[in-house]
């Protein structure tokens, strides 16, 4: 039989079709990475300092109209913020700094006054210290003068006070408390209830209304100085952006180590199962403020992001590269095919548990052990993270990485040791 010329050709050229064109470098796609990491502390700044402005304008005239525009500052700031959360797992200089800007729970005992019922935790000295209220205590044995509510004294004494992690002074939930104060509706409807007049020179409620405006002013001060030295780190010149790009295979693996991480132990787990397996409303990540839905949702959201190599900044523009999606597709096309499935299944679930807090079910109603629709939304959200996870681990084999171990969870790996 007689092959024509042309028929090779086009033979030829189907055979080229079905290879990717222009296959990616590691390099790149580190670079990708990196870029939006820069992108996501920069706009974690421009909020944050945005926040700030609104902040000196409750403090300078104090109205339940400068209070609300203080909260939507702040749910604004948390927008880019949780979008980086997937950066904090593989790379050590994220982790050991995120504490100081995002921990949670608190006992907020320790900042300002709480409900007479609130006991906070029992092996915690400092859970009811209410420090806004005292301007001298003592801690570890030493004499604390607090008569001046500073950066540094949260800094340097307050924050982890005694070694406790739960001694949270610092960051967007120190913050989120300050223009909230506790959410005392349990499972029910309704967030924090801080009234305007907690910042009030005049008809001041509830006592130090002056220590009060030092402390938000404080704590918004340091968070900022937080996010500019994160800033810096991922910029150029950077050495959170040198540790991925200086190494790529070594970026590679931080990459896979914050999707996988955030996806199964910490988002799915600690942050979601935990609380539904208790179904206690002490374990909702934005607490005072009744928000979790949209931090779960934009944690879901950081995740995708490194995957697809692209991220929406808050001004409307895009930072986006060549992606780990790419680098996946050139090595096994059916992992990348099922990894966008499962990551597109994931935000499908998350963006219809949004809906249902906007709509008015607040995350911390569907952790109520009677609320069959909330507990199905959760369960969705959490099954889409641990199955992406699942994925996650195939891409890891598919880049020919050394095995990854990825955060746990007591919640899904242990659920008995939960009740113990």
Known sequence: ?????????????????????????????????????????????????ALDVAIDALLAAPSQ????????????????????????????????????????????????????????????????LNVIAHPNFTLSGADVDAGAITPALIAETLHEA????????????AIEFLLWGQDLHGTGAGAGERPWTDYAAEG??????????????????????DLEEMAANWAEGGAARAAVTDDPAAGLRAMLTGMGSLSYGEQAGERMKLGLMLNDPEEEHDCFSDNTHNSHYYDGLGIRNVYLGRYARVDGTEVSGPSLSELVAARAPEVDTELKLRLDDTMGAMTALKGAAEGGMAYDQMLAADNLEGERLITAAIDGLVAQTETIERAVTALKLDAIAFEGSDSLDNPNAVFQ
Not at 15 to 44: K, Q
Not at 107 to 116: K, M, P, Q, R, S
């Open 1 to 49: 039989m007689t092959h024509h010329p042309l028929c090779a050709v086009l033979a030829a050229c189907a055979a080229m079709a079905a290879l990717p064109a222009f296959a990616v470098t590691e390099a790149e796609v580190a670079d990708t990475y990196a870029d939006i990491a820069e992108a996501g502390y920069a706009d974690s700044l421009t909020t944050a300092r």
């Open 65 to 128: 109209d400068a209070l609300d525009a203080a909260r939507a500052a702040w749910l604004a700031a948390r927008v880019p913020y949780q979008q980086t959360e997937v950066f904090r797992f593989g790379n050590p200089i994220v982790d050991d700094w995120e504490g100081r800007v995002n921990a949670w729970p608190l006992d907020e005992g320790l900042i300002d006054y709480v409900d007479a019922a609130y006991g906070g935790a029992e092996d915690n000295d400092f859970a009811t």
């Open 162 to 173: 005694d070694g406790i992690e739960s001694n949270v002074a610092s960051g967007y939930h």
């Open 204 to 225: 001041c409620t509830n006592g130090n209304c002056d220590r009060r405006g030092q402390y938000l002013k404080a704590a918004s001060t340091l968070l900022i100085s």
